[in-house]
Structures are given as C-alpha cells and as structure tokens.
C-alpha cells in the first residue's frame, strides 16, 4: 500500500482495477479524495483505515465492503452508496465523526456489526427495503442511536428494531417493522428458573478495541481457522 501519511492528496484509478486490497490507503492522513474506477468490486478490509478523505461514491459495480473499510476516516462526511451493493462488513465505517447522514439503498442485503458505531454526528439514517441481516450495535454511540425515542419499551432506527427494554411480558412490534438487529432482544432476561441447566447458545457481542489501536479480532479469527 501507500506510504503512512504520504503527501498525495488525490488518486484516480484505473478502470481494470477490480479489488482495492487490504490496508492499500490505510494511514493516508493528506488522501483526500479518490476517483474509484468502473468494474471495481470489492474494497478489502481497512483499505481506507485512518485515511484523510472527505467523501467517497461507489461506482455501481462495488458489492461489498470489507470490515473497517473506511473506519476511523475523521473528514469522511459524504458517503454515497451505490443501488448494487449488497454487504457492508463489521465496522466498515466504525468511527468517523464527521459522518451526518447516511442511505442504505435497498439492495444491501447485510448490515454488520458496528458498520456506523462511534459516528459521533450521525444524525439521519434510512435502512433499504432489501435488509436480511442487521448485526449489533450498528449505531452504537451514535445521536441517531440516542435520540430515538422508546415506543412501548422498544428502540426503532428507521425501520428496524435496534434493542428492547427490560424484560416485558408482551413486546408489540409497530406494523412498519421489517428487521429486528441481531442482539435486539438481550436485555430481555430469561425469568427466574427458566431455562435452568440449558446451554447458553447466543453470540456474545465482539467488544470494540482500546481507543488508538486498530480492530484485529476478525483477523485473528481467520488466523485460527486456517492453522
């Protein structure tokens, strides 16, 4: 990839450029904007990470993005995603706090963990009519997050349900309702006895890293599987 904190403030790639590969821009704090070409693909996992641009447009042809794609770009302010893509990876846009407003379009079909988390303007979101799979803690730390209301006990973003309150008898889901985040129902406790000697089954959280260091549990993962 680039050199960390190289000098070059703008980049235009080629059209026969199909993946741009892990870490390629990573640390490219004067990187402020990019012209991503036709029939590029896939964006590998931090391929942006703490890079200095100010707003990205996918091309049509992009269908996913990989975890902490563009995590932790403090400029990111303008996020234009295109109508073909379908994943957006774990923390693909963890942390970047100039982001104000984001479109999910209703092809992306997963929505992971942490994609939004730590957006600390993120004030608008519209999740698309094609979502199979929202992960937890997609807007943590986020106002979208903190300035949606409770209705009946249950936090909604948009279309989705993010996380129920407390452990009620009865949850009644608005009829607009299409997703319920993965991890939405945790707070609802199993009552006294319930449950008692069964194997707890449920995927824990994966919890963020310390404030500075770059996220490397995925990476890990993978380590231990193909050793």
Not at 84 to 112: H, M, Q
Not at 161 to 170: K, S
């Amino acid at each position: 990839g680039f050199v960390r904190d190289s000098a070059v403030e703008k980049v235009t790639l080629p059209d026969g450029v199909k993946t741009i590969r892990a870490d390629a821009f990573s640390g490219c704090k004067n990187l402020k904007k990019i012209n991503l070409p036709k029939g590029l693909k896939t964006i590998s996992y931090s391929a942006f990470y703490d890079s200095g641009l100010e707003e990205i447009s996918l091309p049509d042809s992009v269908v996913t993005l990989e975890f902490d794609a563009f995590s932790q770009c403090e400029e990111l302010k303008t996020v234009n995603l295109n109508g073909n893509l379908k994943t957006i990876s774990w923390g693909a846009f963890y942390k970047c706090p100039a982001l104000e407003e984001i479109d999910i379009p209703d092809s992306v079909e997963r929505l992971e963990a942490e994609a939004f988390s730590g957006c600390e303007k993120l004030k608008s979101v519209k999740l698309g009519n094609g979502l199979k799979y929202l992960g937890n803690d997609t807007f943590k730390e986020t106002p979208v997050y903190y300035l949606s209301d409770y209705e009946d006990g249950v936090k909604y973003i948009d279309n989705a349900v993010i996380t129920v309150d407390g452990n009620p008898e009865e949850i009644n889901f608005k009829e607009s309702t299409r997703i319920i985040a993965d991890g939405a129902l945790e707070k609802c406790k199993r009552k006294e006895g319930e449950g008692e000697g069964e194997e707890d089954t449920r995927t824990p959280a994966v919890p963020s890293a310390k404030p500075g260091m770059k996220r490397l549990l995925p990476l890990i993962a993978i380590a231990a599987i193909v050793m």
